[in-house]
Structures are given as C-alpha cells and as structure tokens.
C-alpha cells in the first residue's frame, strides 16, 4: 500500500496521531485485573458519569463488549431480539450462539431501524416447548442501515415496551458519539433507555483499540468475570486507556468533520450513473452505496478504484461502503469524490 492512497474502508483504520501517542507515553499504569490501573479507573469513572450510568469496563474490543452484554443478560436457551442487519448479529461471529447459547430473532428494520410496533408480536409465549424472550439489542448508529441515527423517540417507545414485558435492553454503540455529534443529544439521553450500553474508542475516536460497557454496578461487577472468561483481561492497560481519554479530549467534536467530509463524496455518488446511495440520505459518516452490474460487481468496482487511489470496502456482491474518520482530510474527500465519479461515470459512457 502507498502513501497516496485514501483509505475510505473503514474508520478503524485510523492511527494515533502525535497528540495521543504522547499520552499514551506518558500513562500512568498498573494492572487493572487487580483494578489498580489509574488510567483504567479514571476512563471507566468518566464514561459511567457521561452515559449516566453507574459503572463502567475497558474492554479489548466492541464484539466483546457486545458478547459479555448478551451473557449478562440471559441463559442458555434464551432469545434475543435484533435488526436483521445488526453487527451482533452478523458480525460477531456466531457469538451469542457459540458463547452463550442463545438464539437470535431477527427482524427486517428501515435501514437498520425497528419500530416498537414491528416487535409487539415477538414474544414467545411462556411455554416448555419454546425458548424465553429476554434481550433487545438496538444499534446507533446503524453501521448496515447506512450509518443511520435512531430516532430517539423509536428508541424510548421500544424501551418501554420492553420494561413493560420485563425484557433487558442493550445497545451497540459503536459510533454512539457520531449520534452524540450529528443531533447534540447527549450521551446520558441516548444511554438512558438501555440497561447496558457498549461504546468503541478505535472507530471514530481513533485509538488503536478498545471499547467500554457502562451499567449497572452489579451488572459490571459481573461482567468483569466475564470480560476474565473470554481472555479479556488486561494488566497495564492504561497505555491504551490513556488514547481514549485523550480521544474523548480531542477527538468527539471533530467527528462533525468527518459528517461533512461524508456529505461530499455523498453528492458525487448521487450525481453517478450506475451508483445509487443506500439509504438517499447520509446522515453521519458512513455511504453505503449499489453498483449498477453493467459496471461489475462490488469487488471489480472497488479494485478499479483501488487502481485510481481511492480505497473502499466491497461490503456485498453489487454494495459498497465508504467511510470518512480522523485520517482524510476534506481536500482527500473531495479528491476521491472526484475520483469515484469521473472513473465509474467514464465506464457507464462506455458501457
């Protein structure tokens, strides 16, 4: 790979900058199994003061962050509700199943958004032969549904159907802060409807790692046992802990940028033959779009423009994702907006 590619694949690609390196030097450390790492301690005490929750745990990665929520929440044999497009659902790796025997019913959302109406009927009866409904999972932004933001307004009516049936509520919120910054929600409302919230540092914050589950005390007291379980405990994690302290310093206002940066090369698809935006409207920093199969499939599209400079994920057989973060500039969004649309449009002439 060359320096003069842009790399719109993911906002996970990001690197430290030199602000957030420096932290991370300096970090005073100890070994957080044991809870003595004041970076730790300092990170999780902020995040549960910000989600309005009471605790909260630095984990390795948002899937186990994610997973070790699934566990807490239910038993072998148990169901959860979820948007058939969800990360833990597809993305996870056959998680709930394999880690804590559950079953996932899934439900075909609006671009990844459910409507409490969509879930009234999915409750299985209190029956031998059936398995117990106990979780909904919701996930803000929606990484499949286009990066869409929740309605808040779907999210507290889902919430008080669930309390009402006594099911948990969960949220992956990956690029909850790109929600936070788009609407000026803050971080306490949207947190307020879930029993348990997870949160990632290495996507639009751009740290090299980690996410965060805030909650309940006793329900994170728990999950530090299962965080242990599955190989997540970390010694001086401070290190790391330090990058999204200074992420949370640094780097959540300026994720309006990357909205912006989206907006551009938004425009440029629209303006292709052959391309067409899914969903119309980009609302942060995720474009998901369909190829047109006169021009080839996702994977021959994104190589072609992988040929030209600019780099993105072929994200199904005729759909593509781009993604604006930390590391392209608004000059680089213009560029590869002009690149995409004068190299795929020049195909569709000839086509």
């Given at each position: 790979m060359t320096h003069t590619l842009i790399d719109l694949r993911s906002d996970t690609v990001t690197r430290p900058t030199p602000g957030m390196r420096a932290a991370m030097a300096a970090a005073e450390v100890g070994d957080d199994v044991f809870g003595e790492d004041p970076s730790v301690n300092r990170l999780q005490e902020r995040l549960a003061n910000l989600l309005g929750k009471e605790a909260a745990l630095f984990v390795p990665s948002g899937?186990?962050?994610?997973?070790?929520?699934?566990?807490?929440?239910t038993q072998p044999g148990d169901e959860i509700?979820?948007?058939?497009?969800?990360?833990?659902?597809?993305?996870?790796?056959?998680?709930?199943?394999?880690?804590?025997?559950?079953?996932?019913?899934?439900?075909?959302?609006?671009?990844?958004?459910?409507?409490?109406?969509?879930?009234?009927?999915?409750?299985?009866?209190d029956n031998e032969h059936l398995v117990r409904t106990r979780l909904v999972c919701l996930?803000?932004?929606?990484?499949?549904?286009?990066?869409?933001?929740?309605?808040?307004?779907?999210?507290?009516?889902?919430?008080?159907?669930a309390r009402h049936h006594g099911l948990a509520m969960h949220l992956d919120g990956a690029r909850l802060w790109n929600a936070i910054v788009a609407t000026g929600i803050?971080?306490?409302t949207w947190a307020a409807s879930f029993d348990t919230v997870s949160v990632c540092f290495s996507k639009g914050l751009g740290t090299p790692l980690g996410s965060a589950l805030v909650g309940p005390?006793?329900?994170?007291?728990r999950a530090r046992r299962i965080r242990k379980l599955l190989g997540g405990g970390m010694r001086q994690a401070g290190v790391v802990a330090a990058a999204a302290l200074y992420a949370l310093e640094h780097h959540v206002e300026r994720l309006a940028d990357?909205?912006?940066?989206?907006?551009?090369?938004?425009?440029?698809?629209?303006?292709?033959?052959?391309?067409q935006?899914?969903?119309p409207e980009v609302e942060t920093n995720l474009i998901w779009f369909e190829v047109d199969p006169r021009l080839g499939n996702a994977?021959?599209?994104?190589?072609?423009l992988r040929s030209k400079g600019v780099l993105v994920h072929a994200a199904g057989p005729q759909m593509i994702r781009a993604c604006t973060h930390l590391d392209v500039s608004q000059a680089q969004a213009e560029q590869a907006a002009e690149i995409i649309h004068r190299t795929l449009h020049r195909v569709v002439a000839i086509v």
């Amino acid at each position: 790979m060359t320096h003069t590619l842009i790399d719109l694949r993911s906002d996970t690609v990001t690197r430290p900058t030199p602000g957030m390196r420096a932290a991370m030097a300096a970090a005073e450390v100890g070994d957080d199994v044991f809870g003595e790492d004041p970076s730790v301690n300092r990170l999780q005490e902020r995040l549960a003061n910000l989600l309005g929750k009471e605790a909260a745990l630095f984990v390795p990665s948002g899937t186990m962050s994610n997973q070790i929520a699934v566990k807490l929440h239910t038993q072998p044999g148990d169901e959860i509700l979820c948007e058939a497009g969800c990360h833990i659902y597809n993305y996870e790796a056959g998680g709930p199943a394999v880690l804590s025997g559950v079953m996932c019913r899934t439900i075909e959302g609006d671009h990844g958004i459910l409507d409490v109406s969509q879930l009234e009927d999915k409750i299985r009866p209190d029956n031998e032969h059936l398995v117990r409904t106990r979780l909904v999972c919701l996930e803000n932004t929606h990484n499949r549904g286009g990066g869409r933001i929740y309605p808040l307004e779907k999210i507290e009516a889902i919430s008080q159907w669930a309390r009402h049936h006594g099911l948990a509520m969960h949220l992956d919120g990956a690029r909850l802060w790109n929600a936070i910054v788009a609407t000026g929600i803050r971080a306490a409302t949207w947190a307020a409807s879930f029993d348990t919230v997870s949160v990632c540092f290495s996507k639009g914050l751009g740290t090299p790692l980690g996410s965060a589950l805030v909650g309940p005390l006793d329900l994170i007291q728990r999950a530090r046992r299962i965080r242990k379980l599955l190989g997540g405990g970390m010694r001086q994690a401070g290190v790391v802990a330090a990058a999204a302290l200074y992420a949370l310093e640094h780097h959540v206002e300026r994720l309006a940028d990357d909205h912006r940066h989206a907006q551009i090369l938004a425009q440029a698809i629209a303006a292709t033959p052959g391309l067409q935006l899914i969903p119309p409207e980009v609302e942060t920093n995720l474009i998901w779009f369909e190829v047109d199969p006169r021009l080839g499939n996702a994977t021959e599209v994104a190589l072609l423009l992988r040929s030209k400079g600019v780099l993105v994920h072929a994200a199904g057989p005729q759909m593509i994702r781009a993604c604006t973060h930390l590391d392209v500039s608004q000059a680089q969004a213009e560029q590869a907006a002009e690149i995409i649309h004068r190299t795929l449009h020049r195909v569709v002439a000839i086509v």
